[in-house]
Nanobody, 125 residues
Framework: QVQVVESGGGAVQAGGSLKLSCAAS?????????MGWFRQAPGKEREFVAQ???????LYADSVKGRFTISRDNAKNTVYLQMNSLKPEDTAVYYC??????????????????WGQGTQVTVSS
């Protein structure tokens, strides 16, 4: 059974930093498997934040580019999201997602096969 588990959420003031972790287990992922971060604020749709595969660099939403960095530890099957210069509008539940292979519409939640339970990030002004 595949498990995707996030950790590292919390509450910070604007301008602060947080680092989220996501560990995927239960199957062997191919080298072009996608790992993505999404977020969902109250009353809003789930939106793409960042994506990475084991063999390519990260891709980002325009709203976080230059502030967030996605990275991976292949040996641990773990993906990280370093979030700097946080803003109140970054407040949301952050979800990690895994897709068994790279798919063309990598910004779309429907392209991902497995999801974590989410971790809350709250940024106060």
């Amino acid at each position: 059974q595949v498990q995707v588990v996030e950790s590292g959420g919390g509450a910070v003031q604007a301008g602060g930093s947080l680092k989220l972790s996501c560990a995927a287990s239960g199957r062997t992922f191919s080298r072009d498997a996608m790992m993505g971060w999404f977020r969902q604020a109250p009353g809003k749709e789930r939106e793409f934040v960042a994506q990475i595969t084991w063999i390519s660099a990260g891709l980002y939403a325009d709203s976080v580019k230059g502030r967030f960095t996605i990275s991976r530890d292949n040996a641990k099957n773990t993906v990280y999201l370093q979030m700097n210069s946080l803003k109140p509008e970054d407040t949301a539940v952050y979800y990690c997602a895994a897709a068994i292979r790279r798919r063309p519409n990598w910004r779309a939640p429907d392209e991902y096969d497995y999801w974590g339970q989410g971790t809350q990030v709250t940024v106060s002004s």
